[in-house]
Every structure is written in C-alpha cells, then in structure tokens.
C-alpha cells in the first residue's frame, strides 16, 4: 500500500517527537476518555436507581436464554477484543515498516486499540449495571444491595490495567524515551490486561450457565470462541517473533509457544470436555487468520506469522482420550509432557514452513529443557484453570488435593522459565569487516568477515536487516568461507532506512550499524553506509532502540519497574483470587459429584 494512505504517519523522522506525546494530544486523549468513562458511569448510574433496562440487553439475554449481566456484555466482550486485536498487531506493523508515530493520535491504529480496551473496561461494567437477581453463588458485594458477579469484576480490573498503561506509557517515554519494543513494561500493562480479559470472560460465561443451568447453541459458541480468545491472548506476547524481529533470545520464543500452548488447550479440553482442545484451536485459527490478512492484504503491512498450534491440540485430546481428565493433576502432567516434547519438535517444523525466522539447531538443547518445563507448568495451571471454570457453570467434580499447591507451582515454572530466557548479554567482543556494492537505487548487497571467524558459526539468527523505510527486510545471511558472510536480497540504506547486522549466540544480542539516519529528534548522529568500513557489534537493543535516553539514574529506572511489575503481580493475584472464590462459592452442592469425563449436559 502506498505510503501516502497514512496521511500524518508520512512525517519525516524529525517531526516525530522522541520523548513522550504533545499536551495538545494528552488533552485530546483525555477528552476521549472522559467522554467513554462518563458515558459509562451515566449508565450504570441510571440502571442502579431502577430504571428500565435498555432493550438491547432484554432482547438478547432473551434470544440467548441467558442472565441479561451476561449476554449484551459477553458480546460486547468478544467484539473489544477483536478490535484491540487488530489495532495491536497493525500498530505493531506500522512501528516495524514506518517507525516512530507523529503522535498518538496520528497514529490510526491506536484508535482502534483505545476503543478496544476501553471496550472490554465497558462490558464489565455494564455487567455490573445490569447485576440483578438472579446472580451466580459466588459475587461481589459493592454496596448493601449491589452485588455483581465475579467474572464482571474482573472485566472491570483486567480494562483499568490495561487503560492505567495508556497514560503510564507516556509518562514511560518522557522518563526514558521511546521504548519502541512490545516488551515495554507500559506496552505489556496494555496487552496483558486485555489477554487476561479473556479469561475473565469465561469466568463471567460460567457464572450464567450457574445461574441457568442452560448451555444453549448460543452459549456452546460463546464458549468455544472464548476459549480461543484465551490461546490469542496468551499467544499475543509473541508478537516481536512473529514479524521477525525479536529483541530477546530466540530461546523466548519456544517458551512462550508452550506457555501458550499447554494453558490454554488444556483448559479448554477439560472444560469444554471431548473436542474442546481442537475447538479453542479452530477458533484461534480463524481470529488470527483474519487478522493477519487484514493487516497484509488491504493494509499492505507486514506479516504477522503465528505459531500453527493444531500438533498440541491433538495431544492433548489424545492425553484425556487415554486418562481421561478426573484426575485433572494427572491429565496436566501427561499433556504438559506431550505438548512440550512431541508439540515442541511440531512447532519446531512449523518454524521452518512458515515463520521468518526458523528455529536453529543450535536451540539445543537449552529450547528442548525450558520448552518442556514450561509445558508441565503451563499443563497443571490449565488443568486448574478448567476445574475451577468447571465448578464455577455448577459441574460438581472431584480433584486431588494435591492441584492446591501444584498449581501455583506450576504457574512459578512458567514464569521462571521465561525468566531464565530474557536477560541478554554481549559477551567477547566481535567486529566485522563489511563490504557494500550498489544493488539498485539506494539499496546495496552486503559482505561480512567477521573477527573472530567462528563468532557467527553456531549463532541462533545472523541477519541483515532493514525497518522503518516504508517496509521490513529481514535476510538470513549465507555463509561463505571461512568467517565471510553474504546477503541473499538487496539492503535499502537511504532516507529513513535503518540497516543493521543482528547476530544472536546464546544470551548473546549483538547488533552492527550498517546505516541509520540521522534523527535530530533524539537527536542521533547519521551511520552512512560505507563502500567499505570496520565496525564492532554491541548490544543490539542499543541500536533498536536508539530514542531511548542516556544516563537515566538506575534507582528511577528501577523504581519504574518495580511498580509496573507491582501492578502485574496484583492483577495476576486477584485474576487467580477471583477464579477461585467463584469456584469456591458455586461448589455447594447442585448435583451428586461426578467424573470430569462424565459431564452432564446442563440444560440441553
């Protein structure tokens, strides 16, 4: 697509801003939100003092046979998600092919994701307007006579987190500078918020089927599409590997995959009983599907590859077809251990069919170890997650003991998992000598001795690539002699151009100038690519990362991360709260205690 569709996005380099949005956009911004949020609160306002409830939730909560707290907000749930969705990953294209924004608001797929996540704050809160009897066993107390579900709560929580990282990400660049990075710690306050609303979707879909011991067409859907929703979301984190352009070590990746992998498809399975694993796949393809051809096709953007995921799914239908899932520790264990051996090595193919960067040989054996820890973990927390699901839509089940501790230990696997896959180092030194010859118009073929010979020898990625000129390239360079690497395809190095040699081995994250341009806004200096010149690697992240400031004091640097990574702690907290004392509640007694793979068919 012409660069010219974007309109404000053409700016130069140096009429973007480096260092945190203009107060004129702040106050725009503002407004928006006040207009949403006062909105919102008019209306939970009104339905509190009795007024009539809107049509639109009485006709739907009709048709679907559900509680009206339940079946506008649901809706209104699934259709947020799906816009923040495609916000996110245009976004993430526009930042890849076009690089800083003019401003927040010049930015178009920003909007989307505004509207989204403020979307999912939305339906939680109209759920809470509309809360009346009946109301599932386990609910929020707010006022003497204003309970709420608990699922509706957490939708509230789960969009204020992640809309508290709209005005904290600007707060983030003014301290530090543009951190154009997904892992930003502002970035992932917006994107976690909204991959844990899924979950607390289910939760809220579970307290209606409590409520009406009915599992209708309209609820079986609801529940297969949340459960891909819960695979989308977890897989969301991946993103920066999916377009080609990882700023951590390829290791993370396979890690993630897993995490994602065997907590959502293991959920799903023992919720959503035979089928389910497959279902929550199925769904994940086609949202993922769209929305990557939205962004390639009629956006003309980069493409967003994603894990396939279908190799996992069977595994874990044929782990419960051989288990069973009763005992729901034992069925986490076994499809943990599938997913992360056999799954692992399927996804490994995959890589090599359809991703940018295939995953190397030289991932072993380090990938295989985490990627398997990651699955036993990630299985038991899914496992858990599906039981307490279970309990809360009032399917009385029995569970061993054991899953009361079992599962925070697995959800402290997971994590220290990918903890043990983020730090990046620089290691011995390494320089390249590089030779540039004119493949076209402003684009060259590249040439690389390295010194040492062997630095690039067992790498994970060496490649030349170029972001942020209109497009990405990402060339996976071939090795020629001894030490001497080529390119494969010509390097844009003009105009806004950033050409770098990125080289990863082990925790190893170096990266090389080839050309950058100069960018007064930071300001930086101009790298020109040379016919012929003598460089050494640094931190990559130096180089990616250029607008981010210099001589930041570290006691401010870590005090912003610890109360980010505070904030996380607690949403994950009363995420896992939440899910438990609404399961806890609707544990009484309703039906005599049966087998997970006995399930009644509730209403149908």
Aim: hydrophobic share 50%; aromatic share 8%.
């Amino acid at each position: 697509m012409p660069v010219s569709a974007y309109g404000t996005l053409l700016a130069k380099v140096e009429d973007r801003p480096a260092g945190g949005a203009e107060l004129v956009q702040i106050v725009q911004a503002s407004l928006v939100f006040a207009v949403v949020l006062g909105g919102i609160a008019w209306f939970v306002l009104r339905q509190r003092r009795a007024q009539p409830r809107p049509r639109l939730s009485e006709r739907m909560a009709t048709v679907a046979g559900f509680p009206i707290w339940g079946a506008l907000p649901l809706q209104l749930l699934r259709l947020s998600l799906l816009v923040a969705l495609f916000g996110m990953y245009w976004d993430i294209s526009l930042h890849i092919d076009r690089g800083r924004d003019a401003g927040p608001l010049a930015n178009p797929a920003h909007w989307f994701i505004l509207f989204g996540l403020s979307g999912v704050f939305c339906a939680g809160a109209i759920s809470m307007a509309l809360a009346r009897d009946p109301l599932p066993a386990g609910t929020i107390r707010l006022t003497k006579n204003w309970r709420v579900p608990v699922g509706a709560g957490l939708l509230v929580g789960c969009g204020a987190f992640s809309l508290l990282g709209f005005p904290l990400d600007d707060v983030w660049h003014k301290l530090f500078g543009q951190d154009v990075t997904l892992f930003g710690p502002t970035h992932l306050m917006l994107i976690g918020g909204a991959s844990l609303s899924t979950y607390a979707g289910w939760i809220l879909l579970m307290e209606g089927i409590q409520v009406t011991r009915v599992r209708s067409s309209w609820v079986k859907m609801g529940e297969y599409a949340v459960a891909g929703g819960f695979l989308v979301g977890l897989s969301t984190f991946q993103a920066e590997f999916d377009f080609g352009v990882p700023q951590f070590r390829f290791v993370l990746e396979p890690v993630m995959v897993m995490a994602a992998a065997s907590i959502a498809l293991v959920t799903a399975r023992v919720r959503l009983g035979r089928g389910g694993a497959l279902a929550a796949w199925l769904s994940f393809l086609v949202i993922r599907g769209l929305i990557t051809f939205l962004v390639t096709i009629p956006l003309g953007e980069g493409t967003p590859h994603f894990p396939l995921y279908l190799v996992e799914a069977l595994l874990v239908e044929g782990v419960a077809l051989l288990l069973g899932t009763a005992r729901i520790v034992r069925f986490g264990v076994a499809a943990g251990l599938a997913v992360g051996t056999v799954g692992l090595a399927a996804e490994w193919g995959w890589s090599h069919v359809w991703a940018v960067l295939p995953w190397p040989s030289t991932l072993l054996p380090e990938a295989a170890l985490l990627g398997l820890l990651t699955a036993l973990g990630g299985g038991i927390v899914g496992a858990w997650l599906g039981a307490r699901l279970n309990r809360t839509a009032g399917v009385a089940i029995t569970e061993e003991r054991s899953a009361r501790w079992l599962a925070p230990a697995g959800l402290l696997a997971v994590l220290a998992c990918v903890g043990i896959a983020i730090p990046i180092t620089t290691g011995p030194a390494v320089a390249a000598d590089v030779t540039l010859t004119p493949a076209g118009k402003g684009e060259v073929r590249l040439v690389a001795k390295l010194t040492p010979a062997d630095a690039a020898d067992d790498a994970e990625w060496f490649t030349a690539t170029a972001w942020q000129g209109g497009g990405m390239v990402v060339d996976r360079l071939r090795k020629t002699g001894p030490g001497t690497w080529e390119s494969t395809e010509p390097l844009p190095v003009h105009d806004d151009w950033k050409a770098t040699l990125r080289l990863n081995r082990g925790s190893d994250i170096l990266g090389l100038p080839v050309y950058l341009p100069q960018d007064d806004a930071i300001p930086a200096e101009g790298v020109p690519a040379d016919s012929t010149f003598r460089r050494d690697f640094q931190l990559d992240k130096q180089l990616l990362q250029r607008e981010a400031k210099q001589g930041v004091s570290p006691a401010l640097t870590a005090a912003a991360y610890l109360a980010v990574g505070a904030l996380a702690v607690l949403a994950i907290l009363c995420l896992a709260a939440g899910t438990a004392y609404a399961a806890k509640k609707a544990g009484r007694p309703m039906d005599p205690p049966v087998e997970a793979e006995q399930r009644p068919k509730v209403g149908v």
